[in-house]
């Protein structure tokens, strides 16, 4: 499976960015999606996570309400809807899939994405 992050950038804080992650290699379908981040100097940290089938989604404390992540099997490619960001969202926010039991330890997921960042400056 190979994973490919995109649409990270450079933005101010209060504003949104959408990143999207596309899957090729074999189909997204029946399994979960998970989205992490690591700042500098910082240990990757999990962000928000999908179920397989779409309906159940958990969020980290610092983005609930803010962040949505969602899915498009039909597309082969996952999401991050980011609102209303923050400095302290800076980081390079990655993408995981196939995630099971503790779906937001990182090592729980054997395929990763290369990574998108994202820069909020205030």
């Known amino acids: 499976v190979q994973l490919q992050a995109c649409g990270g950038g450079l933005v101010q804080a209060g504003t949104s960015l959408r990143l999207s992650c596309a899957a090729s290699?074999?189909?997204?379908?029946?399994?979960?999606m998970g989205w992490f981040r690591q700042a500098p100097g910082k240990e990757r940290e999990f962000v928000a996570r999908?179920?397989?089938?779409?309906?159940?989604?958990n969020y980290a404390d610092s983005v609930k309400g803010r962040f949505t992540i969602s899915r498009d099997d039909a597309k082969n490619t996952g999401f991050l809807q980011m609102n209303n960001l923050r400095p302290e969202d800076t980081a390079v926010y990655y993408c995981?899939?196939?995630?099971?039991?503790?779906?937001?330890?990182?090592?729980?997921?054997?395929?990763w994405g290369q990574g998108t960042e994202v820069t909020v400056s205030s």
């Open positions: 290699g074999r189909t997204l379908s029946r399994l979960t």
């Open positions: 995981a899939l196939g995630g099971v039991l503790a779906v937001r330890l990182a090592s729980n997921y054997p395929y």
């Open positions: 999908i179920s397989s089938n779409g309906g159940n989604t």
